[in-house]
Each structure stands twice: as C-alpha cells, then as structure tokens.
C-alpha cells in the first residue's frame, strides 16, 4: 500500500533541504471527477497531495513544460524538480533522458506504485451510471468509488472502471526513481495489446472506414500534442507557422516555407496530423493514454500508439522507456534488425 | 405567439420544414453534437451538452472567403463566396448558447459588418430549449444574466411538460416557423400556463455552480495584469484549443490561403478558428511575441472575457455553459479562478 502521509512526508523533506525547486504531483479536483495537477513550492503545502485512482494526469509534460521555460530564462534556476509518477509516467521520463532532452539530474522522482489498481477511465464511470450526473465522487476504502447522483449512493469498484492502458499495462510501478512508495508488484497481463485486436483482425476497408469516421471528429484543437509528454518539439509540422522565425528570418525565406497541413478541420488534414504525430511517437510512446483522455471529441487515439508500441516489439524487441541507459529505437540498430520491409 | 405541442406530434413539424435545412443535436456513441439531420426521429431531445455549440454552424470552423484562380495569361480572378442562401432552423439550442450568439452579434456587426456571419446568423432560426435539469454539473448561466429559461437570442423556445411542449415564439422568423406545420400545434390551458412557470422556477434552482459578486471581480481584474497570479493559475495549463474552441462566445479566427493547385494557380482563402491560447496566435513577422507563455495567455482569456468585453460591449463574454470547465484535461476551472481573483491580495 502507497501511503499517502509518507509520500507528504518526504516531499516535504526534499522541499525544506531545497533539493528541488518545486514538486509537482497531484491534488484533489475542483469539479471534475479526476484529481488536478499541482505545483508545490513550500514546504509546509505538502498536505494538499494525494494518491488514488483517480490520479491520472501524466506529469512529465510539466518537466518539459519547465525545460523549455528554463531556456528561455537568462539566470534558470538549476536545481531538479520533484516529480510524483506512476509506471507508465515513469517511462516518459526514460524517453526524456535516453534522447538527451533532460538529464537524470534534472527530476528527483516519487514514484508511486499502482500495484494492484490503476486509475480510472472516466468514459467507463459515465457509462455505469447510464447518464445520469454525478453530484459527488469520493475514494473510498477497499478500493470503491462512492458515486452520488440524483438517485442516491452507488458503489462501484475501482477493479471495473479501469483505464484499458491499466489493464494491459506491463509495468504496474516505477521504472526509475529517487523514492518508491507501494510494492514493485506482479501482476500477470494476459494481453498487453487486446485494445487493438478488434481492428487488426478488421479488413482494410472496414478499418478505412472506422478511421474515416473517428478522425472527421477532430476539430485540430491539439490537445493530444499538447498534453503529450512526447511532444517537446519547438517546430510542429502541423502549424502553420511550422518555423522557428526570428528577427533575421527574411520574408523570402518566410514565404517558401512549405505547409505540410493546412489549417482546415478536413479528413486529408487531419489525417496527416494524426498519421505524422503517430509515426513520430512508434517507439516513443509510453501508453499513459492522456491524448485520448484529453480529446474532447473522443477520438481513440491510442489504438495507434498501441499498434506502432506493438510494430516496436514485435520487430525490434523493443519496449518502450524501461532503460534510459540503453539508446532509443530509431537511433539504434542490431545486426539482426529485420529489413525486409526496406525496398 | 404560445402553443402546445406533444411530443408525439414534434416530428410532423419538422416534416413541414421542407424548406429549411434543419439541424439538432444528435448521439454518436457517447457524446451529441449538432448536425445537420434529414430523418427527425434522429433529433435527440434528452441531450446533455453538446461538445460544440451552435456556433459551429453560424460560425463554422473553416468558411471560404474567396476563391482565386491565376491562368498563366490574363488578369486572376478573384471571386467572393459567400455562404449559400439557404433557410437553417437549429432546434434544441441551450439557453446560454443562444445568449453566446447575441454576444458574437455584438463583434461582428460592428463596421463594416462580417458579411459571412452575418448571412449565416441571418437565415437560421433558433429554436431553444429550457432546460429543466441542467445538462452539465458545471453549469452557472444564472451568474451571468442568463437562466435556463432565457430567451435571449431565440427566436423559438420550446419547455418540456410532461409528454408535451410549451412552444413559444418571439419573432417573426419563430412566428414563421410555427405557422409552417400551424395544425399540430393547440392552445395552451391555464393548467400548462401554470406548469411553465413552474418548471422555469425550478430549473433556476437547480443550477449548483455560481460566481458571485462578478462586477467587484472585473473591478480587481483591472489592477491585475502584471500580477504573479497568471503564472501560479497557469501552471497547469496546457496551451490546448479545448476551451476556446468549445466556448460559444469565443470567435477569433485565422485567415489563411489554401493552394489547391501551383499552375495555373488555384485555391481558396478561407478563414479558420484559431485561439489566443495557441503560442503562435500573437507572434509578429519578426519573430516576437508578445505573449510568450502561457500565464499570458490565460490571463488573456480571463481578462477578454471579464475585462475587455465589458469595456467594450458592457457585457461579459461569458454565458455559464460550463464547457470549458468539464472539458479541460488538466482541471483549469474558469469559476475558481475568478473566486481566487475576488480574494487575492
Ligand atoms: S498504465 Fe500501469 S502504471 Fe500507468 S496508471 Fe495504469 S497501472 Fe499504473
Ligand atoms: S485532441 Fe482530439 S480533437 Fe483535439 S486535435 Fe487531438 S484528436 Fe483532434
Ligand atoms: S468561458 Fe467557459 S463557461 Fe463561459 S461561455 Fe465560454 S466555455 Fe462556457
């Protein structure tokens, strides 16, 4: 059991010693269902942290939200950021070191073991509740959420609701870490890629046109990029302006700069929104499921992450971010690489 | 002019708007949104908010403005395309998003008057829907000026008795609406009189979410542009589109030219969202940018919504409808960062 005094206790410690600038982690929400993210710069605010299944923001973004700011800061302050992660949030962190965006000593990590649970999908709890509202959410012991709607109390277990990114999760606890709390637990995944049976066992067509139908949807508000923790690019294909400008940029040179996308919500776009972030992510992707929580228009987007994390390990024997010692995927390559596919 | 219609008989009036394109919020899987519908049996009246306003069909993500075509000889031909004359009825408009609408009336009729939205707000008629049990948790109208009873920007609004409708028109384009299918609709009772001020009584009271004393908050938020407040509230934010391109009252857009052929030069200038929350949203050709991170940009929101627009139309560019509070993914909640505005020292 993750106890949640203890992980306040030392986020504390490390606060008072001012071994980190600040640590980010988790609060309980205003509204919403799910737990809020929260910057803690004293010491003495550590009690506002919290761990429970509804924790489900990845948190890494922030450290890279943090580099980023930190390049733009003439006097940066150095020091690491303390950082509450779960196993799969953990991993983004190796990615991050492994392709040299931030080193070890930039994060000192609270890693918080999921061990028997998870978190929880939200779509899952509305569809429980059949429709009706939710007037109140609370974690209670043994594992339950009490739901109060307008027809009283319900009891649902955690164990039913789960994210499916939890339920074919390889790794339930931290991968690297400063301080673990909870038990580094095994639990057996019968199917780490069961999500996207159901398409791959799909023709061609069938597929073409699930796709065609989801990605229609979406309205380019790149939540999915933007919260991805993967996503640190200072140029994005996808933007209009998909160039660094500056000063001595010349209007010339303005001007011939190709656009990949265009800015209009139409299928071929975005298509290539979506078909260009998910090749960047083959290999990268660390499955924490936060682009397809966020969109707001409820594209499944992780079945393509899921499908290229496949493609990685089944070609390549690589998974993703258990090691930031070993190099990544694309910058790397074995003898015995498979090249059939190269013609 | 105030009828009663069953719900049994609703339907047959949408048959009768032959020459209208008629659109309503529809279920896909688990979420509603407006669409354009043909079948009225698809019209899902029960329906929590949808994720896009109305606004996505008077001011629709992409418009094209123009279309150019350059032949290697002779002078381009530039050609203006306006929205297509058509008659647009959106039934089930939610009181806050039709209150949106007159907000974004009071922008775009400003000289010279925006040509497109304009003829696209013209020709559709809004029907509404009071809604009777709020259809979000996050909904606060009732703090703006609104109610889910307003009829602010409708021409129809249409409250649920029971297995029937009150429909009550306010316009000629509502009185027009009724008069196409006038034999299915009867004549109010006192009974249903009555029942109609009772549901709008109880609807009030059953919004849970409210912002008080919002004037005293404009008030502070004058004195608070440089203030360390955005960067402690924006740490969390993600920079996303969500909130401003689901917000009814949010209207800002790019203009850009999309090339659909280099020779002979081809292609169409379309205007499209865009949102103050994107970083390249206030980046100047040189490179600068004015609002270079995100406490900036929340900060632009906020005071847009609860500063400027009052300066500007005496009004806040906010109707209630909660949207961007239930869809932000990291839990930026509009109404406790204008609470925390009120107290902060
Ligand atoms: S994917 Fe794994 S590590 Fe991540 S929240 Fe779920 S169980 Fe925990
Ligand atoms: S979050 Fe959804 S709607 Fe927004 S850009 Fe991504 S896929 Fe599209
Ligand atoms: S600011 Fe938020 S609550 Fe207000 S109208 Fe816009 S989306 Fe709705």
Redesign the interface.
């Known amino acids: 059991m993750v106890e949640m005094e203890q992980l306040q206790k030392e986020a504390k410690e490390i606060l008072k010693q001012g071994k980190v600038k600040f640590v980010i982690g988790y609060s309980k ?4 269902l ?6 803690i710069k004293k010491p003495e605010h550590t009690s506002r942290l919290i761990w429970d299944p509804t924790c489900v ?1 990845n948190l890494v ?2 450290i890279v939200d943090d580099k980023q ?1 930190q390049s ?1 800061e003439k006097k940066p302050d150095e020091r690491p950021v303390g950082i509450v992660v779960k196993g799969c949030d953990s991993r983004a962190i190796n990615v991050l070191i492994q392709e040299k965006f931030i080193d070890r000593d930039d994060v000192y990590i609270l890693g918080l073991s999921c061990e028997e649970l998870g978190v929880v999908d939200e ?1 899952k709890i ?2 429980k509740l059949e ?1 009706k ?3 109140k959410i609370e974690f209670a012991k043994k594992n339950n959420l009490i739901v109060s709607t307008k027809d009283g109390e319900k009891k649902i277990p955690v164990k039913d609701v789960l994210a499916d990114r939890c339920l074919e999760c390889k790794a339930h606890f931290p991968v690297i870490y400063d301080q673990l709390f909870g038990e580094e637990t095994e639990r057996e995944v019968k199917e780490p890629y069961k999500s996207i049976k159901k398409t791959e066992s799909q023709s061609p067509k069938k597929r073409w046109d699930f796709w065609k139908e989801q990605l229609e949807k979406c ?5 999915c ?3 991805c923790p993967m996503c640190y690019c200072d140029e994005c294909v996808a ?3 998909n160039m ?4 001595e ?1 010349t ?1 010339e040179e ?1 001007a011939q700069k190709i ?1 990949w996308i ?5 299928l071929s776009e975005n298509i290539g929104y979506h078909l260009i972030r998910a090749i960047h992510l083959a290999g990268r992707c660390i499955d924490c499921g ?1 682009c397809e ?2 969109c ?3 594209i499944p987007l992780r079945l393509l992450n899921k499908k290229l994390e496949k493609a990685a390990h089944e070609l390549f024997d690589y998974d993703v971010g258990f090691d930031h010692k070993k190099p990544s995927l694309i910058s790397s390559f074995k003898d015995e690489d498979p090249e059939d596919f190269i013609r | 002019m105030e009828k009663i219609l069953t719900k049994k008989e609703f339907p047959s009036w949408i048959k009768n708007l032959k020459s209208f394109n008629v659109y309503g919020p529809v279920k896909k899987d688990a979420l509603w949104e407006y669409e354009r519908i043909q079948d009225p049996d698809k019209l899902d009246l029960n329906f929590k908010n949808t994720v896009l306003s109305p606004k996505k069909i008077i001011f629709p993500q992409r418009e094209v403005i123009l279309d150019f075509n350059h032949k290697k000889k002779g002078k381009p031909e530039i050609q203006e395309a306006l929205p297509e004359e058509t008659k647009n009825v959106i039934f089930g408009v939610r009181p806050c998003d039709a209150r949106a609408l007159t907000l974004t009336d009071k922008v775009f009729e400003e000289e010279p008057g925006d040509k497109y939205y304009l003829r696209r707000r013209h020709q559709t008629v809004t029907v509404g829907l009071t809604c009777s049990d709020p259809p979000s948790e996050n909904c606060f109208c009732t703090s703006l000026g609104g109610s889910p009873h307003s009829t602010e920007g409708l021409d129809i609004l249409m409250t649920e008795l029971n297995h029937k409708y009150y429909v009550h028109s306010f316009t000629d384009k509502g009185r027009e609406l009724m008069k196409a299918a006038s034999d299915v609709f009867k004549n109010p009772s006192e009974k249903d009189k009555k029942d109609l001020k009772q549901v709008h009584k109880e609807s009030e009271k059953k919004i849970k979410r409210q912002v008080k004393e919002l004037s005293k908050i404009t008030d502070k938020l004058k004195g608070m542009f440089d203030s360390p407040f955005w960067d402690e509230e924006s740490m969390s934010c993600l920079k996303c589109g969500i909130c401003t391109y689901l917000c009814p009252t949010c209207h800002c857009f790019d203009i850009s030219d999309e090339v659909l052929s280099s020779s002979p030069l081809k292609g169409q200038r379309v205007r499209t969202w865009d949102t103050c929350q994107f970083p390249y949203f206030t980046m100047h050709s040189s490179g600068h940018n004015p609002r270079p991170d995100k406490s900036s940009r929340l900060r632009q929101r906020i005071l847009h919504k609860f500063s400027y627009f009052v300066d500007n139309y005496d009004d806040y560019q906010c109707t209630g409808c909660g949207r961007c509070i239930s869809k932000c993914p990291v839990d930026i909640d509009i109404i406790e960062v204008l609470e925390k505005v009120k107290d902060y020292e």
Do not use: H, L, M, W
């Not at chain 1, 309205?219 to 939540?223: F, V």
């Open positions: 929400g205003s509204q919403n799910t737990a809020t993210p929260v910057f923001q973004k922030f700011k733009r779509k509305a569809q429709g509202k939710i007037e309205i380019r508000c790149y939540a990029r933007s919260i933007d209009s302006i660094a400008v500056t000063a940029t209007a303005k656009k265009e800015r209009s919500p139409a936060e929580r966020a707001p228009v409820d």
